[in-house]
């Protein structure tokens, strides 16, 4: 008569429970951002590639305030996402050694941190140098 | 190695998945800040860098040709790895399916990007 009713320990949300996995869900997470901004920027290939009409309707696309609100959230999340690329990157990478010792973690995270400063400004130089 | 033993493709996912992260990581905020933020609003930039006469001059020219691949190409393999080695944790079965639905549309996105861009011309 009775069904068995085995007990299954619930998973649903489990890693809420623990702020270890909750930082490990947001950086995770950042993939989303980087696959949606990823389209955005195929999509305006695509409009480039049909022409000068198609590629102004993109461009003025961009400037709905929803478009406007996810470049916000995708900034954030991808700065995010450098942030810690770097901090596991001493742990991703195979251990360098300098001079008989192992270099330390904040120097590869800071080291890292430091080219990605210096590529976003190369970046931002190089895009104002071709527009003028 | 063994006759019989099936090498991994394990690495090739992994390594394209590195090298999107390690590009997302260098250029993603700041592609996100002009692209997204500084042309659509007006600020930071001249108002015509995304002219349709620079963007296409861009696109033909054989470097800017190879960023543009690169970049949409290796975001959307490094994101497709990362939610696929994901799914599991958020009790979504990563079977075949799964792979298939996360690295086949990092494929079909990468065959898109190289049919427009050689749409483009040089």
Same mark, same amino acid.
């Given at each position: 008569? *009775?069904? %068995?009713r085995p007990y299954v320990r619930?998973? #649903?949300?489990?890693?809420? $429970? *623990?702020?270890?996995?909750?930082? /490990?869900?947001?950086?995770?997470?950042?993939?989303?951002?980087?696959?949606? /901004?990823?389209?955005?920027?195929?999509?305006?290939?695509? %409009?480039?590639?049909?022409?000068?009409?198609?590629? $102004?309707?993109?461009?003025?696309?961009?400037?709905?305030?929803?478009?406007?609100?996810?470049?916000?959230?995708?900034?954030?999340?991808?700065? /995010?996402?450098? /942030?810690?690329?770097? $901090?596991?990157?001493? %742990?991703?990478?195979?251990?360098?050694?300098?001079?008989?010792?192992?270099?330390?973690?904040?120097?590869?995270?800071?080291?890292?941190? #430091?080219?990605?400063?210096? #590529?976003?400004?190369?970046?931002?130089?190089?895009?104002?140098?071709?527009?003028? | 190695?063994?006759?019989?033993?099936?090498?991994?493709?394990? =690495?090739?996912?992994?390594?394209?998945?590195?090298?999107?992260?390690?590009?997302?990581?260098?250029?993603? =905020?700041?592609?996100? !800040?002009?692209?997204?933020?500084?042309?659509?609003?007006?600020?930071? !930039?001249?108002?015509?860098?995304?002219?349709?006469?620079?963007?296409?001059?861009?696109?033909?020219?054989?470097?800017?040709?190879?960023?543009?691949?690169?970049?949409?190409? !290796?975001?959307?393999?490094?994101?497709?790895?990362?939610?696929?080695?994901?799914?599991?944790?958020?009790?979504?079965?990563?079977?075949?399916?799964?792979?298939?639905?996360?690295?086949?549309?990092?494929?079909?996105?990468?065959?898109?990007?190289?049919?427009?861009?050689?749409?483009?011309?040089?």
């Open positions: 008569m *009775n069904k %068995r619930p998973m #649903a949300g489990w890693w809420r $429970k *623990n702020p270890f996995f909750v930082e /490990y869900m947001i950086h995770e997470g950042t993939a989303f951002f980087v696959a949606a /901004y990823a389209g955005i920027l195929l999509t305006g290939l695509v %409009r480039l590639s049909q022409g000068e009409a198609a590629w $102004k309707m993109w461009l003025a696309s961009l400037q709905n305030p929803l478009y406007i609100a996810f470049h916000w959230l995708a900034l954030a999340a991808i700065s /995010y996402h450098t /942030y810690t690329w770097f $901090k596991i990157m001493p %742990r991703t990478m195979p251990p360098v050694v300098v001079g008989g010792k192992r270099l330390p973690d904040f120097a590869i995270t800071g080291g890292g941190l #430091a080219v990605a400063a210096a #590529a976003s400004l190369a970046l931002l130089a190089l895009v104002w140098g071709m527009a003028r | 190695m063994k006759p019989g033993l099936k090498r991994s493709n394990a =690495p090739i996912f992994w390594a394209l998945f590195g090298a999107g992260g390690m590009l997302s990581a260098l250029f993603g =905020p700041m592609l996100v !800040l002009i692209t997204g933020l500084a042309i659509p609003l007006g600020f930071l !930039l001249p108002p015509d860098t995304m002219s349709y006469a620079n963007m296409l001059a861009f696109a033909q020219n054989l470097i800017g040709k190879g960023f543009i691949f690169a970049i949409i190409s !290796l975001f959307l393999w490094h994101a497709a790895h990362r939610i696929f080695h994901s799914l599991h944790d958020i009790g979504i079965h990563a079977g075949l399916l799964a792979k298939l639905v996360c690295y086949g549309s990092a494929m079909l996105g990468t065959l898109i990007a190289a049919y427009a861009l050689l749409a483009i011309g040089f």
